[in-house]
């Protein structure tokens, strides 16, 4: 169990992780697997319309079935608590109100109307059988294309349409050079809507204690410390009495990154009941309320030199965001207009981005937030490019990269690359896949009335977020390391992982830095009373950021432990070396003290050197410089069945370079979970609401997320180019894969299916529509 | 996820449980592997007042031989039926079928008897049994009757079962040797169910088809034997074209359905695509 | 409506309650005998997150009435690990990587248990096939088809070892 600790570093060690034990035995505790004494269970009932003013509401047969405690509507805590939070703040953005429980009007199915407060969940889930309410349906708007016209039905008659706000960006000419180019192509793409479905829903238990007016919640979030924040101004408890801890989370991948209507809600019942309550989140309200991802339509065109140059690029994008915001709902597309024109050296760019009330729920950071949407429209479009211009796809993307040697480098969208060598792990990916043999059997299999595609992606994204001015309510991350008197590393980080690993990786740092025993060492996260300040993990932000705050308290606590020991060993503090649990006199290993010796001398300080404190704690609050950039290279082989539309993935090699890698076992787990989700975006996922706004994807019965048997083992290797932004070179690989794939397979399929004269196939690439597609080429072809 | 209250009988015999279905009527709702019902009772899209657990009543479980066929209890799951020595020597189809429902969890709990009442249009036995010409024996309030595959199916999760009515067995011949099965199936991503499924059993004396039998599911909103296909090749060599014209017939006549998942010309090409990849497959 | 008692043995400790016959059985496992590494990630019995073992056959534990599992012998995760020695699944799954966030984990290992119980030596298309009952958000699922792979090969080792 003990991991090595020693002159060879832990950095970049495939350590196994130190959370499984509990995980795999059933020990863990996710917040329903918390059970307080006397705990009321609280459900919701939702709106079944996804448009309709609400006549009334009738509570009484619910009050009255035995057992239960409450039942509240919107008018009951009007005025007394909050609206749920939206922390974007764009130019010109419209924000309407948003009740916690709705009052008055409803504007999407699953929206919440009233709070049932019962002994038992079952008794409470009776008594939503027993509420009436009585609607008057309103016309809907599900498309938002629609919904940007005039004469459209209204989400907000008081903003007057359905335009949330619009973003415009523009570098250089555009115009100009779609006016010089030899080629322009253009496309429509459309990023359809995806449920994020982390296998843990949502859940909350508050408790408040009136004796001292505190109020803990256990939620299973991404954001501790923002949610404490944000609830004790919305229940109105001083922050400082506030605590909430995110205890074990079962995935999130940005769904839980939010303050939520339940959150607010059952905060508020805790305090009003001064007992512990309870809800926890069903699939179907996983489904229809938590927060969905993408929904972007793209038009998109480039202009293009004989050479394969791409001059300039024209996008306008129609962002849906749903009825409401969530809280950074206006922000996703707007990451989209920052990351359009890929790893590729366009100059003028002119895109326009709208942003659509619909009668949906509101869309908000799925894994990848806005840079997967850029990634699919720069990498489909330069891959039609190719084609339209008989070049191999990949040599028109060496043609428009930057060259290593001008990163740091400041595009076109106004930010700055921080390193990069793009040729170089698409080089990779091209080697590990066989490219050029690769090429050679399609032309063969093509002979024999085969479709197989071969499809590249070669992305950047941008992450570790990040400079506190591009991130609302605050960028940096925070870190407390204390040792402890017996030499027991605690680490209290801001940042909380939910599946990431960090209880491993930081760990690994950590032992690097003080040269102790991984096992010594402590991480402890996602509780705001332990850790009072932090924003959160999103972002792949954990590590860059996070674990820097870490490194630099780590290193002011090893500067005073340094003091310490040479003072005990009278010898000159800047020749000391931690290691293996000594520090020592660097080339005379002899003088040497124990770390846990000079812990117990620090806390018992009766020896001390002058000016010197007792104890050993640093915290750190490290503020980033700027983003980091990781990319890379993917590569898809594929087969269609021409009569079925059914894709057989044959290879899928990804090469990611993400900087510096703590630990390659968890980087690959990121790596292919990412991947995983992007190709279920490409092939399988899709809400999908009727015009009534009626989600008709609504269980897993109907909305595919992968299975086991849906994807191939994924090739996965890197090359390592460190950022210069952070002291670990790290750049982060949460959302690398997920990035990369989507497109990687589309193109992929499009390919293959390129002799039929198909350019486009819209996602997910089911086999019905795949299949579709060849029957319209063909009658195309033929007619 | 939590179902409404009921009141919950788990009888031991056959007489119990009907005389409990008599009681109860239209109130009351048999259960056996769960895997339709409980999921529907979890959302409330059914709120049975009375459960009739029927998996303690032994003799309607497990598969016997006797006088050239297969009977099949109701309550045999469909694991039991992918696993069974006996069933996968006599008639492979049906483990092969058993094989392709749902996931081993659904498979250790769901029976064949529940299934085939469920009449989901989109399950995988119906064809089998359509194309198998199995028969149905159902014991009811006036003694027990037979009913045909071809007669059960009637339309959208709805058999000739009379309410008051228990699946008891399933009874199929053991096809000779010169007929063999295959069942195809496109898995629904989400779900696990047929999109489409297709079994097929073809008797052939040497490069002749003799007879071949095609159940079709979840094309229609009930499932049914592909007649068309079969008529046209019947007799016929079995050549690649003759194949394929016959399969061509495979959707002749079918109202397809139209669903999120998948268009009626899509599933209809299916049937059409996978009739031919089954007889071929059979044939070669 | 009437309650009933019912008797069963979990992780071979005997158990005996009066329940509402509506209840689930995960339900019955996790609120009733607090045994919470079962999880519930669904409504419509596709995560496989509740699966356990009822009398030797894997079952997803929300599609089940506790009054169903009157006499029956149940295993749940917390009874895989023997004399606090790791079962080689969930040492496969420790080893490989082969879980992240770890909601899905407890039922992805007794499916794996199930799998390797009927197939000691699956290929790895059997083994994504002897999970399709279980989704995974977080992993692609690769690391845990590694992990059943390892479990299966130290199992084997541990039989031969045992026949010599
Ligand atoms: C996740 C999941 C995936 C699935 N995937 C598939 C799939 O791919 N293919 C597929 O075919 N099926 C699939 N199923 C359905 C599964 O096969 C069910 O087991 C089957 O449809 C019903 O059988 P049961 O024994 O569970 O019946 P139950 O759910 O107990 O009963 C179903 C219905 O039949 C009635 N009934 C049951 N037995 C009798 C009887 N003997 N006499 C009279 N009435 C009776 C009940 O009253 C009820 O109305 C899936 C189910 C789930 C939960
Ligand atoms: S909880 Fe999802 S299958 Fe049981
Ligand atoms: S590890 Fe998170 S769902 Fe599998």
Known sequence: MTAVAGPSRMIGAPIKRREDPRLIQGLSHYVDDIKLVDTLHCTFLRSDYAHAEIKSIDTAAAKDLPGVVTVITGKDIEGKVGDVPCGADLPGLKVPDHPALSIGRVRFVGEPIAAVVATDSYIARDA???????????????????????????????????????????????????????????????????????????????????????????????????????????????????????????????SKLNVYPEEIVVSYLAIQLCKPVKWIEKRTENFTTTIHGRDQI???????????????????????????????????????????????????????????????????????????????????????????????????????????????????????????????????????????????????????????????????????????????????????????????????????????????????????????????????????????????????????????AMVVAAGQVKEKMAKIAAHLMEANPDDLVFENGQIFVGGSPDQAVEFATVAGEAHTAANLPPDTDPGLEATHFFEPSNFTFPFGAHVAVVEVDIDTGEIDIQRYVAVDDIGNIINPLLVNGQVHGGIAQGLGQALYEGAVYDENGQLLTGTFMDYAIPKATHLPRFESDHTVTPSPVNPLGVKGVGEAGTIASTPCMVNAVVDALSPLGITQIDMPMTPNRVWQAIQDAKEGGNG | ???????????????????????????????????????????????????????????????????????????????????????QQKVPILSQTAAAIGDVQVRNKGTIGGSLVHADPAADWPATILALDADLKVAGPDGERVIKATDFFQELYTTALEPEEILTEIHVSIPAANTKGVYLKQYQAASGFALTGVAVLLTRSGDTCQKVAVGVNGVADVAYRATGVESELAGKTLSAENIAAAAEKAADGVDAMEDIHASPAYRANLAKVYAQRAIAQLAS | MANQVIHTAINGQEHTHEVEPRMLLVHYIRDVVGLTGTHVGCETSLCGACTIMVDGQAVKSCTMLAVQADGAEIMTIEGLAQNGELHPIQEGFWECHGLQCGFCTPGMIIAAHQLLQRNPNPSEDEIRHGLDGNLCRCTGYQHIVDAVQYAAEKMQGSRERKEV
């Not at chain 1, 609607?135 to 949330?164: H, M, Q, R, W």
């Not at chain 1, 590729?344 to 894994?367: H, P």
């Not at chain 1, 032309?443 to 197989?452: C, I, N, T």
């Open chain 1, 128 to 254: 939503l059988d027993l509420i009436e309410v009585d609607y008057e349906e309103l016309p809907t708007v599900v498309d938002p294309e629609k919904a940007i016209e005039a004469g459209s039905p209204l989400i907000y008659e008081e903003f007057g349409d359905n335009i949330g706000f619009t973003m415009p960006l523009e570098a250089g000419d555009a115009d100009a050079a779609f006016a010089e180019a030899d080629h322009v192509v253009s496309g429509r793409f459309v990023n359809q809507r995806l449920i994020p479905n982390a296998m843990e829903p949502r859940g909350v238990l508050a408790q408040y204690l009136p004796g001292d007016g505190s109020l803990t919640v256990w939620s299973s979030t991404q954001v501790p410390h923002g949610l404490k924040t944000n609830l004790g101004l919305i229940v109105d408890i001083p922050e400082h009495l506030v605590r909430v801890i995110a205890p074990e989370v079962g995935g999130a991948f940005g």
């Open chain 2, 1 to 87: 996820m939590i179902p409404g209250s009921f009141e919950y009988f788990a009888p031991t015999s056959l007489n119990e449980a009907l005389d409990l279905l008599k009681t109860h009527g239209d109130d009351a709702k048999v259960l056996a592997g769960g895997h339709s019902l409980i999921p529907t009772m979890k959302l409330r899209l059914a709120e049975p007042a009375v459960i009739i657990d029927i998996t303690r009543i032994g003799d309607l479980r497990g598969v016997s031989e006797p006088d050239g066929k297969l009977v099949i209890g109701a309550l045999t799951t469909h694991y039991e039926l992918e696993s069974s020595a006996l069933v």
């Open chain 1, 298 to 548: 793209n038009y998109v065109e480039i202009a293009v030199k004989n050479d394969g140059t791409i001059t300039a690029l024209r996008a306008k994008t129609i962002a849906d965001i749903g009825a409401s915001y969530q809280l950074l709902t206006p922000l996703i597309p707007t990451l989209t207009n920052l990351m359009i024109v890929g790893g590729y050296k366009i100059q003028n760019v002119k895109v326009e981005l709208i942003g659509a009330l619909t009668n949906k729920m509101a869309t908000d950071a799925y894994r990848g937030a806005g840079r997967p949407e850029a990634t699919y429209i720069i990498e489909r479009i330069v891959s039609m490019a190719a084609k339209q211009l008989g070049m191999d796809p990949k040599d028109i993307r060496f043609k428009n990269f930057p060259q290593p040697e001008e990163f740091p480098l400041e595009i076109a969208t106004g930010i700055t690359f921080d390193s990069g060598n793009y040729q170089a792990s698409l080089n990779k990916a091209l080697e590990i896949v066989n490219y050029d043999e690769q090429r050679a059997q399609q032309a063969e299999l093509r002979q024999q009335g085969k479709y197989m595609g071969i499809g590249l992606c070669t992305y950047v994204e941008i992450c570790a977020f990040g400079p506190s001015a591009g991130v609302p309510g605050g960028g940096w991350e925070s870190a407390t390391v204390r040792v402890e008197r017996t030499g027991k590393v605690t680490v209290l980080s801001g940042v909380s992982p939910h599946g990431q690993g960090q209880e491993t990786s930081f760990a690994q740092i950590i032992g690097d830095e003080f040269g102790v025993d991984i096992d010594d060492i402590i991480i402890v996260h996602g509780d705001t009373g332990r850790q009072p300040q932090g924003i959160g993990t999103f972002g792949s932000r954990a590590t860059a950021v996070g674990g820097t």
